[in-house]
T-cell receptor, first 118, second 112 residues
Framework: GAGVSQSPSNKVTEKGKDVELRCDPI?????LYWYRQSLGQGLEFLIY????????KSGLPSDRFSAERTGGSVSTLTIQRTQQEDSAVYLC????????????????FGPGTRLTVT | RKEVEQDPGPFNVPEGATVAFNCTYS??????FFWYRQDCRKEPKLLMS???SGNEDGRFTAQLNRASQYISLLIRDSKLSDSATYLC?????????????FGRGTQLTVWP
């Protein structure tokens, strides 16, 4: 079946502009995660949506970053007033876990959006 | 201190070699551990979970030492197709339940 999809695959933007990154999770997956991977760095957790619960936003690096998940499916990560240090690959993942405690479900990753801020 | 620290590598080994990667984690309450594989410019994919008693999947063996907060991955009889970056991953606990904490990854190149 279809995996996690993300769009756009690449985005080049000028410093100071806003960008929106989209994630379509696997159908039926109730948990959705955003991570980012900078060059030479490990994956960094950003935000986690679990069903109808309040999202865990504690990984967002600044108030320029926000994310929402509409109808429990598609998610959008928005970065306002982009800075050069925001350049990274933004990865979305989803899993079948229905509650935070269900930690045994695998997280499936999308191909990522490569963001370059010039 | 980072949640997960990993051997930086890179490791360059010939086909057929045995290679081992190590990783340490900082949260002693962690309960779930994984190795992910990431090919160049691709997304991470789960390679295997790591169980307390150690586990094997074909040529791959994962070990966990809770006392030392240490995880390892052993690859036997390396193949060219094993060339990738291997990510040590620990799942969060308590207030961070559900998150994955990733090491920076260890790059492996298997040469003919």
């Amino acid at each position: 079946g279809a995996g996690v999809s993300q769009s756009p695959s690449n985005k080049v933007t000028e410093k100071g502009k806003d960008v929106e990154l989209r994630c379509d999770p696997i159908s039926g997956h109730t948990a959705l995660y955003w991570y980012r991977q900078s060059l030479g760095q490990g994956l960094e957790f950003l935000i986690y949506f679990q069903g109808n619960s309040a999202p865990d936003k504690s990984g967002l690096p600044s108030d320029r970053f926000s994310a929402e998940r509409t109808g429990g499916s598609v998610s959008t990560l928005t970065i306002q007033r982009t800075q050069q240090e925001d350049s990274a690959v933004y990865l979305c993942a989803s899993s079948l876990s229905r509650r935070r405690e269900e930690t045994w479900y695998e997280q499936y990753f999308g191909p990522g959006t490569r963001l370059t801020v010039t | 201190r980072k949640e997960v620290e990993q051997d930086p590598g890179p490791f360059n080994v010939p086909e057929g070699a045995t290679v081992a990667f190590n990783c340490t984690y900082s949260n002693s309450a962690s309960q779930s551990f994984f190795w992910y594989r990431q090919d160049c410019r691709k997304e991470p994919k789960l390679l295997m979970s790591v169980y307390s008693s150690g586990n094997e999947d074909g040529r791959f063996t994962a070990q966990l030492n809770r006392a030392s907060q240490y995880i390892s991955l052993l690859i036997r009889d390396s193949k060219l197709s094993d060339s990738a970056t291997y990510l040590c991953v620990v799942k969060g606990r308590g207030s961070t339940l559900g998150r994955l904490y990733f090491g920076r990854g260890t790059q492996l190149t298997v040469w003919p």
